[in-house]
């Protein structure tokens, strides 16, 4: 088959399925099985990310990749420790979303660390595509693919159609995020999970609990371990520490059990020795105040509508919504049956739980700790 037409069966494929309310894990499966009979790869990785810090929440790998996890800590280091012009968060802010590093580092005049130093020692790869995947300027995950010495470099038309899918596989991600509702069998830890990490990323201490905790921050048997999250947030912490970004290390994300969690990195000071200076790192269930922007965000929702949406969480009834955004009653009721078909909701009351609850329901009649919160059981 013609490449152009090719190109255009896999963005129709994958427009059904970023549509069809299908998990993260499955969209991807199938989303990327389709892109690899128009451009294909020794391998490929697929990463969710935080919309609003941009940091790792999890990775997805297939081809060669797959089962190869001893270096995402490194990787985790390069992407969020470094300044590089093909860092996903730099892509983000790029008209055009995506670069192939053969065509970049022609362009530069100069080798890329990132293929020269990491990539082809460790795996080989001598070409990488990288495509950051946004929709309505939000950025919800990214994706590599990967080719060795002995395959053509990633051209203009495979850079092209991968660009085109930015949208769609981030619409993909998104609407996926929103999939999976919290089963009963979460861990339990008692209180927040502490990891203590040396400069370069290794584990030196953690606290009772953690290790649970990073065992659901995985996802199925094409996910990546948790090394690569830690590492991502290591290397944002000693970025953020040294004053190179205003992006706090923080993620937000939806483990394998469906609970929303967040995971922050803090880098303490270095003692007058010169020692210490290690990052330290929290992972705590989310809260309803951290959880409601993301899974609004999710909902793709207009500014109005979120407005909207922000005074239904707060009880507000539809004549109080109407004078507090100067709109009439039938524009509220407008934006509502929008925002519950957006939402997937017949009514306030299931849009609030479908916000609120989703992950709590399993343990509504679980104890209350002396924090406020589920004790553990």
Not at 169 to 189: C, D, E, I, N
Not at 219 to 244: P, W
Not at 245 to 260: H, K, Y
Request: charged residues 25%; aromatic residues 6%.
């Amino acid at each position: 088959m013609h490449r152009g037409l090719m190109a255009q069966r896999v963005v129709r494929d994958v427009d059904v399925i970023a549509h069809a309310g299908l998990d993260v894990d499955t969209f991807l499966e199938e989303a990327m099985a389709s892109i690899s009979r128009a451009v294909p790869s020794v391998a490929a990785c697929v990463a969710t990310v935080d919309p609003g810090t941009l940091l790792l929440t999890a990775t997805r790998k297939y081809g060669d990749l797959k089962g190869r996890d001893e270096q995402d800590r490194e990787w985790g280091m390069l992407e969020y420790g470094e300044v590089e012009s093909s860092s996903f968060r730099e892509l983000a802010r790029q008209d055009v979303p995506a670069v192939a590093m053969s065509e970049l580092t022609a362009r530069e005049g100069r080798p890329s660390r990132r293929i020269e130093g990491f990539m082809v020692p460790y795996f080989g790869f001598t070409d990488e595509l990288r495509v950051a995947l946004r929709d309505h300027g939000q950025v919800w995950g990214a994706a590599s693919l990967f080719r060795g010495a002995d395959s053509p470099t990633f051209d203009a038309d495979d850079l092209a159609l991968m660009a085109s899918l930015s949208e769609l596989m981030s619409t993909g991600v998104r609407t996926g995020l929103l999939t999976r509702v919290a089963s009963g069998a979460v861990p339990t830890p008692t209180g927040p999970a502490v990891i203590i990490v040396d400069g370069a990323g290794n584990i030196q201490q953690i606290s009772t609990g953690a290790e649970e905790r990073l065992l659901d921050l995985v996802g199925n048997e094409t996910s990546a371990e948790a090394t690569g999250v830690i590492g991502a947030l290591v290397g944002a912490a000693l970025r953020f520490a040294a004053g190179l970004t205003d992006l706090p290390p923080r993620a937000r994300v939806r483990s394998r059990s469906g609970q929303w969690l967040v995971l922050h990195a803090a880098r303490l000071s270095p003692r007058s020795d010169g020692g210490g200076g290690e990052v330290v790192v929290t992972i705590d269930e989310a809260r309803p105040p951290e959880i409601v922007p993301i899974v609004v965000a999710a909902f793709d929702l207009t500014v109005r509508e979120r407005d909207v949406t922000q005074l239904v969480l707060q009880g507000v009834d539809t004549k109080e919504i109407a004078a507090t955004l100067h709109v009439s009653s039938y524009t509220v009721q407008d934006h509502l049956k929008s925002i519950f078909e957006k939402a997937d909701v017949r009514s306030r009351r299931e849009l609030i739980a479908r916000i609120y609850f989703d992950q709590y329901v399993p343990r509504l009649n679980t104890a209350i700790g002396p924090d406020g919160w589920f004790a553990s059981v």
